[in-house]
């Protein structure tokens, strides 16, 4: 699955605000997104900036996952369980 993120740096503001925002779904990314530039960027929530912000949605690169994260341990378990 992909997730989706907007950085707020992207964002045209005067504040210079680092945050970052991810999620599994444009829905819930959008949601969290527009409280956030509600409450901190004192935006009005209107159709306009929902689809501004829409706009500045990313997909998450696959290749930032790390590649022995989501593992099992079990395969190592048994692996070291193995007699000498
Ligand atoms: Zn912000």
Known sequence: MTRKYIDCREYPSEMHCSVAISADNEDELLEAAVQHAVSVHQHQDTPELRQQIRQL?????????????????????????RPT
Do not use: L, V
């Not at 949605?57 to 341990?73: A, I, L, N, V, Y």
């Open 57 to 81: 949605f990313k997909e998450e690169s696959p290749s930032m996952d790390m590649p022995m994260s989501g593992r099992t341990g079990a395969e190592s378990e048994a692996q070291r369980s």
